[in-house]
Nanobody, 123 residues
Framework: QGQLVESGGGLVQAGGSLRVSCAAS????????LGWFRQAPGKEREFVAA????????YYVDSVKGRFTISRDNAKNTVYLQMASLKPEDTAVYYC????????????????WGQGTQVQVTV
């Protein structure tokens, strides 16, 4: 049974940086597209970024382009989201997710989800 565990969330001032990580176990990591989603209080879950299984091609929601970077280390079964120039509107619970042979923004295609890590950006 696959499992994803996020870490690295926290409190940061606007303009600051933060990196969240997601460690996977129990799945063939190298065949899974990986995504980050977020959910702010009272809002729908939102796609943030995704990275393909093999080529490392990346996708981002427009609001984070140029500020966030998704990457993966297949040797460590870990995916990262490096966040820079953070804004208060980036405040949310961030979830990583894994989808076999899929990379994109459709949360229904993702099979495994982490428990989430809170990111709070203060003014």
């Amino acid at each position: 049974q696959g499992q994803l565990v996020e870490s690295g969330g926290g409190l940061v001032q606007a303009g600051g940086s933060l990196r969240v990580s997601c460690a996977a176990s129990g799945l063939t990591f190298s065949i899974y597209g990986l995504g980050w989603f977020r959910q702010a209080p009272g809002k729908e879950r939102e796609f943030v970024a995704a990275i393909t299984a093999s080529s490392g091609r990346t996708y981002y929601v427009d609001s984070v382009k140029g500020r966030f970077t998704i990457s993966r280390d297949n040797a460590k079964n870990t995916v990262y989201l490096q966040m820079a120039s953070l804004k208060p509107e980036d405040t949310a619970v961030y979830y990583c997710a894994a989808a076999p042979y899929y990379t994109g923004d459709d949360h229904r295609r993702y099979t495994y989800w982490g428990q989430g890590t809170q990111v709070q950006v203060t003014v």
